[in-house]
């Protein structure tokens, strides 16, 4: 977040929690300064952020995070992966000639990203051109620091890219890479899994099961260690499959997919649970 | 004693460390070295200008610098170690640790958090009687600034009397707590964690009192309220409250079964084995998985 829009975020947490400008000065500060803080007048210390913090309920590592930005752009990667998703390009297009201009710096970026990629999908570019504009892009200036989690998003697609044109040592040198970062954040962690998921599932097709079952275990223990249900069911899953390709005990591939059913059922994710059930129903222990 | 500088110092210097920059290297253009190094060390309180500087140098966003990892490892560390020994009935040693961190440690935070096992521990051990114990825990809760220093230490406390409540049998006023717990604001993702723990202990205490239907309700909260957060902290130990509540209301045998075993698999593959062997102990009859 830029410091200059301090202010604003001040002002929408004191708003959020439904306090008057008096009541959130009480024991911290005059009115008038914080009013002053909030429209950006003045820049407030670091004690006085404390104090703030506290008023609000919220740490000071989160006080620096702009929530509306979050939200907003959480939104909006939704809403265009999903016309990604259905190949639905030049709607996607259309929608994003028509946002408005005054979005946040990160969703932003996060457009562009969009662009390049419906661009591909409707062939206006090659692919080698839109990795090399994806890789410019996530090495602006920046963008590694500020936003990661688009940075590193970005870089998933661009092994995605080779991987779908068939250049595997590309893909893989990727995400090599990709297994190295620092994930030092909870929302990075979260993320890592998923990079973890995706880099498996393509040493899968490419036959590299031992290495594949690597990364799947540490995907597995990366979940179980921040108690994480996103993609456990996933990597189970997973992991049955390897077990499978490299002739493990038929008890250990029935647990892993039976884990796996059990798991996306507990977790409500019926399809999930009900693709395990068609496709692996010779491994599973039980029906529910 | 304000620790804020301290810990933006031990921040800076760790993150600095740890990408392989000097001091040198890290203030050059920003400020003097002697004065990085005041930083550093917590002597001097730096301004938001200089710490956003810093920040873009070092490549992390300006909120990192924020993350009090001293004091979060130190609390999070003490609070392990003593839930650990209360779990296994250590008490001599619990209080010992809980002195230790009292004497030796300046962080308001989490000295509260030994006071608060302090009280549970002597109550546990017999040393002092329950009702004196929730006084003390009151007492605690209304220490000034507890509750906007530690929301999350807030409602722990108020937790730990709710449940001093129940093991007593006053199963009136822990239901007054409970119900207010469950009514409070829970803003952040760090509280919203708190508050499915507080649903399973109000489920819990449902159970004592054997109102299951109601009991049903608070735990099909807590799994929706996981889920959506997918944090599976306490979602087998609300799968495993589930199929109880349901057994005792004469459910459906299959959904009884479903239950159970989606518990037995939370707790397996989330390497919980404690909690596995209590299930299977009474409950193996509904659990799918061979055994």
Redesign the interface.
């Known amino acids: 977040?830029r410091?200059e829009s301090?202010g604003k975020q001040i002002k929408q947490l004191r708003i959020?929690?439904k306090l008057t400008q008096k009541e959130l000065a009480k024991d911290v500060c005059s009115q008038a300064e914080l009013s002053k803080i909030e429209n950006g007048k003045t820049?407030?210390?670091?004690?006085l952020?404390?104090r703030l913090s506290?008023?609000l309920?919220?740490?000071?590592?989160?006080?620096?995070?702009d929530s509306n930005e979050v939200k907003l752009f959480q939104r909006y990667e939704v809403q265009l992966a999903d016309f990604s998703r259905q190949r639905r390009y030049d709607e996607m297009l259309d929608f994003m000639r028509c946002l408005p201009t005054s979005l946040p710096p990160s969703v932003q970026l996060l457009i562009r990203y969009f662009e390049w990629v419906a661009r591909e999908g409707k062939k206006d570019i090659d692919y080698r051109t839109c990795i090399s504009q994806l890789l410019r892009l996530s090495d602006e200036q920046?963008m590694?620091?500020?936003y990661?989690v688009l940075y590193l998003r970005i870089r998933m697609s661009v092994a995605n890219y080779y991987y779908l044109n068939s250049q595997y040592p590309y893909a893989r040198k990727i995400y090599q890479e990709l297994l190295t970062y620092?994930y030092?954040?909870d929302t990075l962690k979260?993320l890592q899994c998923k990079i973890l998921y995706n880099h498996a599932q393509q040493l899968y097709f490419q036959n590299d099961f031992v290495t594949g079952l690597e990364i799947t275990e540490k995907g597995l223990a990366l979940s179980?260690e921040r108690?994480?249900?996103?993609m456990?069911g996933h990597f189970?899953y997973q992991k049955g499959c390897f077990y499978e390709e490299l002739s493990y005990a038929e008890r250990d591939i029935r647990d892993a997919f039976?884990?796996a059913y059990?798991?996306f059922?507990?977790?409500?994710n019926e399809n999930h649970a009900a693709l395990v059930l068609k496709g692996k129903n010779q491994f599973l222990?039980?029906q529910? | 004693m304000n620790h804020l500088p301290v810990s933006i110092g031990y921040e800076i210097k760790r993150l600095r460390k740890e990408k392989k920059i000097t001091q040198a290297e890290l203030c050059e253009g920003i400020c003097s070295q002697a004065e990085i190094s005041k930083v550093e060390n917590g002597k001097n309180s730096p301004t938001i200008d200089l710490l956003q500087q810093v920040a873009k140098r070092l490549k992390v966003p300006l909120s990192m610098l924020f993350q009090d990892h001293l004091r979060s490892d130190v609390f999070q560390s003490y609070d392990e170690q003593l839930a650990d020994l209360l779990r296994t009935n250590q008490y001599v040693d619990a209080l010992k640790l809980s002195e230790h961190v009292l004497s030796t440690t300046e962080y308001e935070q989490v000295r509260n958090l030994a006071r608060y096992y302090q009280v549970i521990v002597q109550e546990r051990s017999g040393q002092i009687h329950y009702l004196k114990a929730v006084q003390s825990l009151e007492r605690l809760l209304n220490k000034e600034q507890l509750s906007f220093e530690s929301a999350t230490l807030y409602l722990r406390i108020q937790m730990g009397m709710a449940n001093l409540y129940v093991e007593h049998g006053d199963f009136e006023l822990a239901d007054d707590l409970f119900q207010n717990l469950i009514q409070a604001k829970y803003e952040t993702i760090e509280l919203k964690k708190v508050r499915i723990k507080i649903l399973y202990n109000y489920g819990q205490q449902l159970l004592l009192q054997k109102k299951y239907l109601a009991g049903l309700k608070i735990t099909e909260q807590g799994i929706q309220e996981s889920l959506q957060l997918e944090d599976g902290h306490f979602l087998g130990h609300f799968y495993f409250q589930m199929g109880y509540f349901k057994q005792q209301l004469n459910g459906d045998l299959s959904d009884i079964q479903r239950d159970f075993t989606m518990a037995y698999s939370l707790f397996c593959a989330f390497d919980m084995p404690i909690h596995e062997k209590r299930l299977l102990e009474e409950y193996a009859e509904y659990v799918l998985f061979p055994i």
Do not use: C, N, W
């Open positions: 977040m410091i301090f959020e929690r820049i407030p210390t670091i004690d952020v404390q506290q008023k309920h919220i740490s000071m590592d989160q006080i620096f995070i920046q590694e620091t500020e990661p620092d030092s954040t979260k179980v108690k994480d249900t996103a456990l189970f039976t884990y059990s798991l059922t507990a977790f409500g222990y039980f529910m």
